[in-house]
């Protein structure tokens, strides 16, 4: 009788953990997948403790899978990754949680083997298909990693704008000018497919591509919206570079398949939500940091030590202005890109003063942010001029010059990282037929502005990123007068402390009349 009893208890003990072991895995299914997703941050830190907030709150509800991936260009951008060379980033990244990063073109500002030692620190998975050192057959890092929620597989598929090799071609090549890194621009879209087929076969039930391609034209002549039209097999493209505000767009593919694609912006301003439910439907909304009520604890207290090692340094006031100096228009859209603006010919003018050159030169991607009226900090200086450029002098003809302009200028009115932003010199840009004309040169003894001659030969003051991305090589042959160890960030900062002893007076509150663009 003891035996008998004793084995009804072991069966009610088994039906009782089957019964729960079903209703455990029935829970399991019920559960819907969310990806929280961010692109081009851009040292923008303060929305890190929002992100990995947000995503533990859904975590703790129960009812989804929550997790966060990252889209690119995140360790450069600003005062916390230009100070560290990118650690700073690196430890609040490590803190928040990632499941999958990619690559962004601003990942290789510091050259490639920082980039290669800062990534493993942020203790997530790196994936992207298209970046190889020079001779493998196979890319640097997995191309794709697959995560089990649930009974659902997603594959996370990496892929990063091939731009990069012409905006960081300095850390693409050694000092002798051999190649040692490529993106695989002629084979883009059939290593995406590759790496989308693959995670398939490996038995993937959606794939998500994280990319940096972006939506606008570029030198590579790639973006993810063709990207989507000539592949099959992606669910849904969490998109980069552009800095582009998309909450959902759908793009048709190959077989024609509607597939959303979606940019969150740039710094942190939205967090992308991706819902992926129970049925396996996708659905996409960008939620404004500043409405998350969530906070993670641990990264708040590591964007907190950040900013106390960065006030050490960044503090220091250099001079004060009361009006904002702009990279944006009066509505706060950018135009840094494609338009003058009166920030742009305080930097252009320190940089022609600094090299003691006839005309200063900077390409508009490389003036990041505003700087708001009131003091200016060096701190504010560094978010201006965050990537580790020197000043240096080089001499071009006119010829060369005008060559250099119409080439900068043939995207107008769309962006162009090398839009030519310019001190010592005007033009005037035809937007329909992407050509220049009535370019001038500053006469400096008699301070009349006077037709460039194609012929002579100008010093110009700029930056070493000339030299490996900006304005498209046309100027890289040029006679070198003066290369220096000075940031570019240290020659603003100078001149502002000390030409201009302090105080931005009124002569740039408005954009001086550089850059005239006709609609014609």
């Known amino acids: 009788m003891k035996k008998i009893f004793v084995l009804l208890s072991v069966l009610v003990l088994l039906s009782s953990c089957s019964i729960h072991q079903s209703i455990f895995k029935s829970k399991k299914n019920k559960k819907s997948i969310v990806i929280l997703y961010e ?14 907030g947000l995503r533990d709150a859904i975590a703790k509800s129960d009812t989804a899978y929550a997790v966060a991936v990252s889209c690119g260009d995140y360790l450069q951008g600003g005062t916390s990754g230009a100070i560290s060379k990118g650690q700073y980033i690196a430890d609040i990244m490590r803190n928040v949680g990632y499941a999958a990063v990619t690559l962004g073109n601003h990942e290789f500002d510091y050259g490639t083997p920082r980039m290669k030692e800062l990534m493993p620190q942020i203790k997530a998975p790196v994936v992207c298909a298209n970046f190889y050192n020079i001779g493998d057959d196979h890319s640097y890092y997995p191309p794709y990693i697959i995560k089990k929620y649930g009974r659902k597989k997603v594959a996370f598929v990496g892929a990063t704008t091939p731009e990069t090799m012409f905006a960081e071609s300095y850390s693409f090549y050694d000092s002798e000018g051999r190649q040692l890194y490529d993106m695989k621009l002629d084979d883009f879209y059939n290593i995406v497919q590759k790496a989308v087929d693959d995670a398939r076969a490996e038995g993937a039930d959606y794939v998500v ?169 060096y701190g504010d200086v560094t978010n201006v001029l965050p990537f580790d450029n020197h000043m240096c002098k080089i ?126």
């Open 39 to 52: 692109n081009d941050v851009h040292c923008g830190i303060d929305g890190y403790t929002k992100l990995a």
């Open 209 to 377: 591509l994280l990319s940096h391609v972006g939506e606008t034209n570029n030198d590579s002549g790639i973006d993810s919206h063709h990207m989507v039209s000539v592949t099959r097999g992606i669910d849904v493209v969490l998109d980069g570079h552009s800095h582009s505000t998309i909450p959902g767009e759908m793009v048709k593919n190959m077989d024609g398949k509607n597939v959303c694609v979606t940019q969150t912006g740039t710094q942190l301003a939205h967090i992308g939500k991706l819902v992926i439910s129970r049925k396996g439907a996708f659905s996409t909304t960008l939620i404004p940091v500043g409405e998350i009520p969530y906070t993670n604890a641990q990264v708040t207290h590591t964007t907190d030590s950040v900013k106390a090692l960065l006030e050490q340094v960044t503090t220091r006031q250099v001079a004060k202005c009361d009006y904002a100096l702009e990279i944006n228009d009066a509505q706060g859209v950018r135009i840094i890109r494609n338009a003058e603006t009166n920030l742009a010919d305080l930097v252009t003018d320190a940089f022609r003063h600094n090299m003691n050159a006839d005309i200063g030169l900077c390409n508009g991607g490389g003036i990041r942010n505003t700087i708001k009226s009131g003091v200016i900090t």
């Open 395 to 520: 001499e071009a003809k006119g010829s060369e010059i005008v060559a250099m302009l119409e080439r900068c200028i043939a995207l107008v009115p769309e962006e162009d990282g090398s839009f030519p932003q310019v001190s010592g010199m005007k033009y005037v840009i035809h937007s329909a037929s992407h050509k220049v004309s009535d370019v001038m040169v500053l006469n400096a003894d008699t301070g009349e502005y006077v037709p460039i001659d194609l012929d002579a030969t100008y010093s110009i003051g700029t930056t070493d990123y000339y030299h490996g991305g900006g304005f498209y090589g046309i100027l890289n042959d040029c006679k070198v007068l003066n290369m220096t160890t000075v940031l570019a960030r240290d020659a603003f900062s100078d001149y502002l402390e000390r030409t201009l002893q302090g105080n931005v007076g009124d002569a740039f509150r408005q954009s001086q009349g550089r850059v005239t663009i006709i609609n014609d």
